[in-house]
């Protein structure tokens, strides 16, 4: 086994042992791996080991390497990153996820430009749950409004909420900002809107995101190692 397929079976791993150290259901959270800064050939090595969901943040990128990888057709791409509304286009017509909806306009022009044979694109409104500056997301006061009104958009389905934790906080701080998220779930879903999905946690804090309820959750570094960005736009 290469290196990324043993980080690949240790990530998968931590999470079973989370699931039932928090007596969830076995198969319960679905890994998405975040192949960001990473070539196509990594993804190949964690797809053939049997990974499906893969998530990336620079459109430009990722589109490229959805060229590349055209030849694996069960693929499953996750955008998790800022959709600048000159990129739109390429969310509308490659991806099945986008977890990082915080803007009416920018659904709305996904929901015109997805091609009316595709399904739905499946959406999560992301919250800036740790209200830090620097953070993409709505309040979680805006949340349902936004996700009411994204849930109206032809080709769009709103399937629950996203968010990126506060890094490097007490355990204690992080089972906050998670249980918000749960409880914000709740208010989705008692606010007409059916939703069913928590992408929530990283390398740092995915096992306690799955104490608290992810469904998702996104992890890059531990399955493909340390970032380079020097590439990235
Ligand atoms: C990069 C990224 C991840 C993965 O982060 P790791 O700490 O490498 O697991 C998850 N979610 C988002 C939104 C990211 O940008």
């Known amino acids: ?3 990324l397929q043993q980080n690949y079976q240790a990530v998968l791993d931590h999470i079973a042992q989370a699931e039932a150290r ?31 969901d893969f998530g990336e943040n620079y459109i430009q990128a990722w589109y490229d390497k959805t060229d590349t990888l055209a030849d694996l057709p069960d693929i499953v791409w996750h955008v998790i990153g800022d959709v600048q ?36 694109l499946q959406v999560c409104i ?16 805006e949340a349902v409004v936004l996700a009411q009104e994204v849930a109206k958009l032809p080709q769009i389905q709103v399937r629950g909420l996203m968010c990126v934790a506060e890094a490097d906080v007490a355990e204690d701080e992080l089972r906050w900002q ?14 007409g809107v059916p939703a069913d999905v928590l992408s ?34």
Not at 25 to 42: E, H, N, R, Y
Not at 110 to 118: F, G, K, L, V
Request: net charge positive; hydrophobic share 40%; aromatic share 6%.
């Open 126 to 141: 992301e919250v800036n749950v740790s209200g830090e500056a620097a953070k993409h997301g709505v309040s979680p006061d």
């Open 85 to 120: 509304s000159n990129k739109t286009k390429f969310v509308a017509e490659r991806a099945h996820w986008l977890h990082t909806v915080s803007r009416l306009k920018t659904a709305q022009r996904i929901s015109a430009q997805r091609p009316s044979e595709m399904p739905p």
């Open 22 to 52: 928090a007596g969830r259901q076995a198969g319960s959270v679905k890994l998405v791996a975040v192949s960001k800064t990473f070539p196509a050939d990594d993804i190949r090595k964690v797809y053939a080991a049997g990974q499906r």
């Open 178 to 191: 998670f249980g918000k998220m749960q409880t914000l779930l709740a208010d989705l879903n008692a606010a």
């Open 200 to 233: 929530m946690g990283m390398t740092a804090d995915m096992e306690i995101a799955i104490e608290c309820g992810a469904t998702h959750v996104r992890v890059g570094s531990a399955i493909f190692g340390k970032r380079d960005y020097a590439h990235q736009s």
């Open 1 to 3: 086994m290469s290196v």
